[in-house]
């Protein structure tokens, strides 16, 4: 059934159910040639449509010209150089929203008042794409690390401000009442029961933010033209380079790959002593 | 403090709140004189002459269609595809690779290769964008939702010989629908921030244009005014879904509470 972090997103998008998050590594030998024959299927079909002409080599390079040049790429230093400037744009955005928004969160969370307080507010902000901060940015902060770090920020803030603060509201009252009858004082009780039981949330809160931070790094060095993956792309369409506009989008592709995967393994470690788990776990 | 004076104070801090945001703002951006940040009052009434309702014809309306359409077709194809793959494991691990790495992809790094692709800047191009991102919140939470259906129902259905149409159009849907619903939520909020972006990159109509050239052209309550819209045009769709799925799903809401309550 549901892992506690996923129902706080689902609530938080206004109720539904989530399951366990989708997770199909293949296990078994079979499910191993599925893989990699699904995945060997649809490359090939990637380089015969290029190669036949279906769709024009021009506008589709073949699948072995894009990882070619891909490869070609990863040899040159100014790929590393634009990959990693994308990978700190990424890690300072979440680092800064999770700065302001865990600590945020279990404050809104903590008192009903400050919640209630602030519900119209966070409401209204949450749901604005960020993407239309854009051309505020290049008037303020310009096309710097900074705008790039705001934006990705910005947008990670949201889905961890809500699950922290589901979160730390969903503690188990009888927990929170043991803890008082204990005598553990105010601090205490933050720190040793609504804390631990908030992590869970915390950690599904940081999964979507991490792919979000990435898609804002990614966007602000697109459009604004700060060093990274996205000034890479923007330069291959405006010289028209195709094939390195294909390999530049792979590599961006696997690097989302890789934060997904990352922070999967990050949620699951953090769930795994959770109760739900152990008692919906066979 | 009484039950009854602290559920007043925590209402009227609700109201209260907001509006005093908005005061500030006013207050600050009357002080600032900077001309990046014009005042409050100057934006909603550039905001008043822009969308209502001179330029909504010329600009709103296509970006509406827009997300229309592509979210149309994101629903679609998302719930015709997940219902087969949420039915069959061999299905599920045939597509998953795919499914995984496309949706890790950041959409902007498709923004290009969807213009050589499709050798368009209009609304194949636009449409096709917007759709392509949208599907994979309805995708995923269909095959989710199809795959978590009880065992008993889909043995009930195949008992009381049901064919393979009436099971996906008696059980199938309406077991995975508020799953579904789920998906199609983040979906919507994710074609407004996908029509801002294809129309931000290359367009001659639409919200994201009209952003785009008030910057370039240094008219920022015009800039502003676009922006705001953006975030009106963000919460109303989300709001308008809400209402939507609560018609829909009421049948089903009794269910949830006690779920969500659990």
């Given at each position: 059934m549901a892992t506690p972090g996923d129902a706080a997103a689902a609530a938080a998008a206004g109720g539904g159910v989530r399951r366990?998050?989708?997770?199909?590594?293949?296990?078994r030998l079979t499910e191993w040639a599925v893989f990699v024959l699904s995945i060997g299927a649809a490359l090939a079909f990637w380089e015969l449509i290029s190669r036949t002409g279906v769709i024009s080599q021009k506008d589709l390079p073949s699948m072995s010209t894009s990882f070619h040049e891909l490869w070609r790429l990863v040899q040159t230093g100014a790929f590393w150089t634009a990959f990693l400037q994308t990978v700190r744009g990424w890690a300072l955005g979440l680092a800064v929203a999770t700065a302001l928004a865990v600590p945020l969160g279990i404050l809104l969370g903590s008192s009903e008042f400050a919640a209630g307080a602030f519900r119209v507010p966070i409401e209204f902000l949450r749901?604005?794409?960020?993407?239309?901060?854009i051309p505020l940015l290049f008037l303020?902060?310009?096309?710097?690390l900074k705008s790039e770090v705001f934006l990705a920020a910005f947008g990670a803030f949201w889905p961890l401000l809500v699950q922290t603060m589901y979160g730390v509201h969903d503690v188990d009252p009888i927990a929170l009442d043991t803890a008082r009858s204990f005598g553990l004082n105010r601090f205490d009780r933050l720190w040793r029961v609504k804390l631990p039981s908030a992590v869970p949330y915390i950690a599904t809160g940081l999964r979507i933010a991490s792919t979000v931070a990435l898609i804002l790094a990614f966007t602000a060095e697109l459009f604004?033209?700060?060093?990274?993956l996205g000034q890479k792309v923007n330069f291959a369409q405006a010289f028209g380079l195709d094939d390195q506009l294909y390999a530049y989008a792979l590599a961006t592709g696997f690097l989302g790959v890789l934060i997904h995967l990352a922070s999967s393994a990050i949620e699951r470690r953090a769930l795994r002593w959770h109760p739900s788990q152990r008692l919906t776990q066979p | 403090m009484s039950r009854r004076t602290y559920t007043t104070l925590k209402i009227g801090a609700e109201i209260a709140v907001p509006i005093a945001i908005l005061f500030a703002w006013q207050a600050w951006s009357a002080n600032a004189h900077d001309p990046k940040f014009p005042r409050l009052s100057t934006i909603l009434v550039e905001f008043k002459d822009m969308?209502?309702?001179?330029?909504f014809g010329t600009h709103v309306v296509p970006s509406l269609e827009r997300i229309a359409a592509g979210y149309a077709l994101a629903v679609v194809v998302g719930i015709a595809v997940g219902i087969p793959i949420g039915l069959s494991r061999w299905a599920r691990l045939w597509a998953m690779p795919h499914i995984e790495y496309w949706r890790a992809m950041p959409p902007p790094a498709l923004l290009p290769i969807s213009i050589v692709l499709l050798h368009s800047i209009g609304n194949v191009q636009k449409i096709s964008f917007i759709a392509f991102f949208c599907l994979f919140p309805v995708l995923l939470n269909t095959i989710d939702g199809v795959r978590g259906i009880d065992p008993t129902f889909m043995e009930t259905a195949r008992s009381y010989g049901l064919g393979w149409w009436e099971t996906i159009r008696r059980v199938v849907l309406p077991a995975s629908s508020p799953q579904i619903a789920a998906g199609m939520r983040n979906s919507l909020s994710l074609a407004v921030i996908m029509m801002v972006l294809s129309e931000y990159f290359s367009?001659?109509?639409g919200v994201g244009y009209v952003l785009l050239i008030s910057k370039n052209t240094f008219q920022l309550a015009p800039m502003w005014a676009a922006i705001l819209l953006i975030g009106v045009l963000g919460y109303v769709l989300n709001l308008l879904f809400g209402l939507a799925e609560r018609r829909v799903l009421a049948w089903h809401r009794g269910w949830r509470a006690g779920f969500e309550a659990a």
């Open positions: 366990a998050p989708l997770r199909l590594a293949p296990r749901p604005i794409p960020s993407a239309a901060l303020t902060l310009g096309t710097t604004m033209g700060i060093p990274g | 969308w209502l309702f001179s330029q367009s001659t109509s």
